[in-house]
C-alpha cells in the first residue's frame, strides 16, 4: 500500500481494517511502501552528504514520481545529472517482498496512474507485477461487498517510520531525507525547495538552470499536494494529508534512519537487491 492510503476509504476506515480487507480478498500479506520510502531516505541520505562533500551545489531527489524523474532527467540535460538514482519507494519494497519471497506476486496500490507505467519500464518490470489505484480497489471492494469500515479485526501494520509515512504530501520526502541527513551530519546545512504541482516543479527545474535557485536539496510532485492528490485517489488532498499525517504520529519510530527493520533487510539483501535506477 503507498502512503497515501491513509483516509482513502473514508474517515472512520482505519489502516489496519484495510490490510484486514485485503488478506479477506487473498492476498497472503500487506506491506506499507512507506517501509522502501525508509530505505531509499537513507540512501539518498547518504547520497546528498557525498554530493555535498565533492562540491555539487544540488542534489534532486528521485525518489517517487515518475513524472518529475522524467522531466528533470531526460528533458534537462544540464541538470539530469543532479538527479539521484535511486529507484522509486514501490521498486525497492517490491524487490525486497520478492528477496523474501521468490514466489511472491506484487501488486502495488496507490493513487498514481504513472506507476503503472513504471511497473512496466523493462529495467524495473521484475519488482511488480501489478498496479491498482485506490479507485480500482474500491471497485474490487464494492464487487465483493466488502465493506473495510465493518471488520472487526484490525490487521497491525507496523512496518513503516513517521517520516516513511509522510511521503504522501508534498514537502514529505524532503523533510524525512533532511531528518536523515541531520542524524548523519548536524553540521550540514540542508536547503530544501519543493515544487508542488508540475507547474512549480518546472518553475524550478528553470530556476537551477538559470542559476537562481537558492537551495541545495530539491523535491518535485507532480501532483498538487503530492500523491494524496493523485489521480486515482478518492478524497480531497487535504483530507488525506491530514489522515497520512494522523498515521504518521502512530509510529514508533520517527526517523526512517532509526527503521531498524529496514535497515535488517538492506543488508541483508545487499547483494541481492539493486536501489539504483539505470541511467536514463
Ligand atoms: S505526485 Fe502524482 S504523479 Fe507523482 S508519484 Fe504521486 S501520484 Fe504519481
Given at each position: 500500500m503507498a502512503p497515501a492510503f491513509s483516509g482513502q476509504f473514508g474517515p472512520d476506515v482505519s489502516e489496519e481494517q484495510i490490510k484486514s480487507a485485503l488478506l479477506m480478498l487473498g492476498f497472503y500479506d500487506v506491506v506499507e511502501v512507506a517501509l522502501g520510502a525508509d530505505m531509499i531516505t537513507v540512501k539518498e541520505a547518504n547520497e546528498f552528504l557525498k554530493r555535498m562533500q565533492r562540491g555539487d551545489e544540488f542534489m534532486i531527489t528521485s525518489c517517487c514520481c515518475p513524472p518529475f524523474v522524467r522531466l528533470a532527467k531526460g528533458f534537462r540535460p544540464k541538470i539530469a545529472g543532479m538527479v539521484s538514482d535511486s529507484v522509486s519507494p514501490m521498486i525497492a519494497v517490491a524487490r525486497f517482498i520478492k528477496a523474501e519471497d521468490d514466489n511472491a506476486k506484487v501488486v502495488f496500490i496507490g493513487p498514481c496512474i504513472a506507476k503503472k507505467t513504471e511497473a512496466k519500464l523493462p529495467e524495473l518490470?521484475?519488482?511488480?507485477d501489478c498496479v491498482l489505484t485506490f479507485e480500482e480497489l474500491e471497485a474490487i471492494f464494492e464487487a465483493y461487498k466488502l465493506?473495510?469500515?465493518?471488520?472487526d479485526v484490525e490487521m497491525p501494520l507496523n512496518d513503516a517510520s513517521h517520516d516513511g509515512r509522510i511521503?504522501?504530501?508534498?514537502g514529505g520526502v524532503s523533510k524525512a531525507i533532511a531528518a536523515s541527513i541531520k542524524s548523519l551530519n548536524p553540521g550540514l546545512d540542508v536547503k530544501i525547495r519543493h515544487g508542488n504541482g508540475i507547474k512549480e516543479c518546472r518553475q524550478i527545474l528553470d530556476a537551477i538552470e538559470d542559476g537562481?535557485?537558492?537551495?541545495n536539496f530539491v523535491e518535485g510532485m507532480a501532483c498538487i499536494g503530492g500523491c494524496v492528490g493523485g489521480p486515482g485517489k478518492l478524497v480531497n488532498h487535504e483530507v488525506g494529508a491530514a489522515a497520512v499525517d494522523e498515521f504518521a504520529k502512530?509510529?514508533?519510530?520517527?526517523?526512517?534512519?532509526?527503521?531498524e527493520a529496514a535497515n535488517i533487510l538492506v543488508e541483508k539483501y545487499k547483494e541481492k537487491v539493486e536501489l539504483d535506477s539505470p541511467k536514463m
Open positions: 518490470k521484475d519488482a511488480v465493506e473495510p469500515g465493518k471488520i511521503y504522501a504530501h508534498t537562481r535557485l537558492e537551495a502512530k509510529s514508533k519510530v520517527k526517523e526512517a534512519i532509526s527503521n
